[in-house]
């Protein structure tokens, strides 16, 4: 076991030293890092966003395609479908 006069300045030194990395490397979704870490973040580029536009319309268009497919299957509306003839 550790002893506590050797384990709570070094987890102490730990924090400090994550806290001190958070600040100079804020990088994530949001706003662009400063200096030496600063590249746009991904999703805010002009081909990120129109990609995710164009993905969305994909999307809604397929959606409404499948909508109107579902309306013209037979017993969409709750009705029996035709009973087959016999052979």
């Given at each position: 076991?550790?002893?506590?006069r050797l384990f709570y300045p070094?987890?102490?030194?730990v924090a400090a030293g994550l806290?001190?990395?958070?600040?100079?490397?804020?990088q994530g979704q949001g706003d662009r890092s400063p200096g030496a870490f600063g590249h746009p973040p991904e999703l805010q580029t002009q081909a990120a966003i129109a990609m995710l536009r164009h993905n969305a319309q994909l999307e809604?268009?397929?959606k409404k395609a499948a909508e109107g497919i579902k309306?013209?299957?037979p017993g969409a509306d709750g009705a029996r479908a035709p009973a087959a003839a016999p052979r």
């Open positions: 076991m550790t002893p506590d070094l987890a102490a030194l806290i001190a990395l958070a600040i100079v490397y804020p809604a268009d397929a309306s013209h299957e």
